[in-house]
């Protein structure tokens, strides 16, 4: 039973270039949670979502930042442009259920991202 | 806003020791909290998670404590062992206004160190 995938595990990009992060989250969950950890910074919530829904987006930058989660396939964070201040690692979590805070969250191994 | 304090920021202890690892939040209305584990370029894995009506939960040689009225928690770790060593997340869900029963919101994390 795979746990939450994400990949790349490491992805270089130069100013200006776009970054595309997936996560499959685990067999069963339809819940997808977007996080980024910056250095020296505790993981911070980015974006929600169901298939083919957004949910919350309240905590993703509102300029170059989108997600999706199509009915089939992985969820996709895309960056835009990335900028430096990027640079950080992005996690992925899945839920079988919302629930009423009750569910635990499964996270992914990360996706690191280093803009030069 | 929910904000999650841990202390130490690290620490150090022989093998064979028991700690005590901090963890603090502000806003006392939460749904749960829960204790991770984060090794060094890999993911999350999550250690235990006490509901917001439970006072502690137990795994093995792990036991967390929830005090919600004093917004406290404390991971206890028996007989530490060298692979023990990991940087120990703290995570609350809920606790502000207009924040789904979705949303973590994480501390920095405490580095542990068993020296063998």
């Known amino acids: 039973n795979a746990g939450v995938m994400q990949n790349p595990r490491h992805l270089v990009r130069r100013r200006g270039q776009e970054a595309r992060l997936r996560c499959s989250p685990m067999?069963?969950?339809?819940?997808v949670y977007w996080y980024r950890q910056l250095p020296e910074e505790g993981l911070k919530f980015m974006v929600y979502?169901?298939?083919?829904?957004?949910?919350?987006e309240s905590g993703m930058p509102k300029e170059r930042f989108s997600a999706e989660f199509p009915k089939e396939g992985p969820s996709i964070l895309r960056i835009q442009q990335v900028v430096r201040g990027d640079s950080a690692a992005y996690f992925c979590?899945?839920?079988?259920?919302?629930?009423?805070?009750?569910?635990?969250?499964?996270f992914g191994s990360g996706t690191q991202l280093s803009v030069l | 806003k929910q904000e999650v304090t841990q202390i130490p920021a690290a620490l150090s202890v022989p093998e064979g020791e028991n700690l005590v690892l901090n963890c603090s939040f502000t806003d006392s209305a939460i749904y749960n909290l829960q204790w991770f584990r984060q090794d060094p370029g890999k993911g999350l894995t999550s250690l235990l998670l006490?509901?917001?009506?439970?006072r502690e939960q137990t795994s093995g040689r792990l036991n967390a404590s929830l005090d919600k009225s004093s917004g406290r928690s404390t991971l206890y770790i028996a007989a530490s062992q060298p692979g023990d060593s990991a940087t120990y997340l703290c995570?609350?869900?809920?606790?502000?206004?207009?924040?789904?029963?979705?949303?973590?919101?994480f501390g920095k994390g405490t580095k542990l160190s068993v020296i063998p």
């Open positions: 995570a609350v869900n809920g606790g502000y206004s207009g924040a789904g029963s979705y949303q973590l919101t």
């Open positions: 979590a899945s839920s079988r259920d919302q629930g009423a805070g009750v569910e635990k969250l499964f």
């Open positions: 067999k069963g969950h339809s819940h």
């Open positions: 979502l169901q298939k083919e829904n957004i949910i919350d």
């Open positions: 006490i509901q917001s009506s439970q």
